[in-house]
T-cell receptor, first 114, second 112 residues
Framework: EAQVTQNPRYLITVTGKKLTVTCSQN?????MSWYRQDPGLGLRQIYY???????DKGDVPEGYKVSRKEKRNFPLILESPSPNQTSLYFC?????????????FGPGTRLTVT | SQQGEEDPQALSIQEGENATMNCSYK?????LQWYRQNSGRGLVHLIL?????REKHSGRLRVTLDTSKKSSSLLITASRAADTASYFC????????????FGAGTRLAVHP
C-alpha cells in the first residue's frame, strides 16, 4: 500500500530535550516536505527536499533541522524544543516526474513541549 | 505567508444539501488544489485545477477557478455525513512545485 508513515504519532516532551520525528514514504517520490498545523493558521511549511541531499527552508524553519540521506526518509529534528513548537506535524511527499504535484500526507505527529 | 484564504470558516448543512466553499489568493498561481482533512488526521488530495482551466469535476466535486478575481470555489453536491471534515485550498506558484501554500480551511459539518 502506497503510504507516508510518521513516528511517533504522539509525543510529550520537555523543553530542551532533543527529539526526532521520522517520516518514510514507499512511493519513490523525489519531493518530501514537513508542515506544522496550528489552529487558525492552516499548514505552514517548515522544510522541504527535492531529492537526496537537497533540502531547503520553508516558511517557518527556525528551531528545526532536517536531513535527506535516503530517498524514502526525511526526519525532522528538534535540537532544543520549546513550548512554541507544540503543534501537529505532517510529513508529505510528491512525485516530481508528473506535473500533478499533488502531495500525499502522513497521519500526523502531535507534539507537546512542556 | 498565507496565500489562500477560505470562506466561510465554518459551514453547517443537512445531508443532501450542496456545500460551497470559496478560496481567495493573492499572487499568480500555477495550480490550485483542494484537500480534505478529517479531524486531526492527514490531508487527502481531492482535486487539482491548473491556472489555464476554469472548471473541473470529480464525482460529486466541482471546482471553479477565476484567475482574474484570484478565487476558486469547491462545490460538494448531495452532501453526506461522511463529508464532514475540514477543507483546505492550496496554491502552487509558477514553477513552484516545491511549495504549496495552504489557507486556514473551512470546517464543514453535515448533519444526518
Amino acid at each position: 500500500e502506497a503510504q507516508v508513515t510518521q513516528n511517533p504519532r504522539y509525543l510529550i516532551t520537555v523543553t530542551g530535550k532533543k527529539l526526532t520525528v521520522t517520516c518514510s514514504q514507499n512511493m519513490n517520490h523525489e519531493y518530501m516536505s514537513w508542515y506544522r498545523q496550528d489552529p487558525g493558521l492552516g499548514l505552514r511549511q517548515i522544510y522541504y527536499s527535492m531529492n537526496v541531499e537537497v533540502t531547503d527552508k520553508g516558511d517557518v524553519p527556525e528551531g528545526y533541522k532536517v536531513s535527506r540521506k535516503e530517498k524514502r526518509n526525511f526526519p525532522l529534528i528538534l535540537e532544543s524544543p520549546s513550548p512554541n513548537q507544540t503543534s501537529l506535524y505532517f510529513c508529505a511527499s510528491s512525485n516530481l516526474r508528473t506535473d500533478l504535484y499533488e502531495q500525499y500526507f502522513g497521519p500526523g505527529t502531535r507534539l507537546t513541549v512542556t | 505567508s498565507q496565500q489562500g484564504e477560505e470562506d466561510p470558516q465554518a459551514l453547517s448543512i443537512q445531508e443532501g444539501e450542496n456545500a460551497t466553499m470559496n478560496c481567495s489568493y493573492k499572487t499568480s498561481i500555477n495550480n490550485l488544489q483542494w484537500y480534505r482533512q478529517n479531524s486531526g488526521r492527514g490531508l487527502v488530495h481531492l482535486i487539482l485545477i491548473r491556472s489555464n482551466e476554469r472548471e473541473k469535476h470529480s464525482g460529486r466535486l466541482r471546482v471553479t477557478l477565476d484567475t482574474s478575481k484570484k478565487s476558486s470555489s469547491l462545490l460538494i453536491t448531495a452532501s453526506r455525513a461522511a463529508d464532514t471534515a475540514s477543507y483546505f485550498c492550496a496554491t502552487s506558484t509558477s514553477g513552484g512545485y516545491n511549495k504549496l501554500i495552504f489557507g486556514a480551511g473551512t470546517r464543514l459539518a453535515v448533519h444526518p
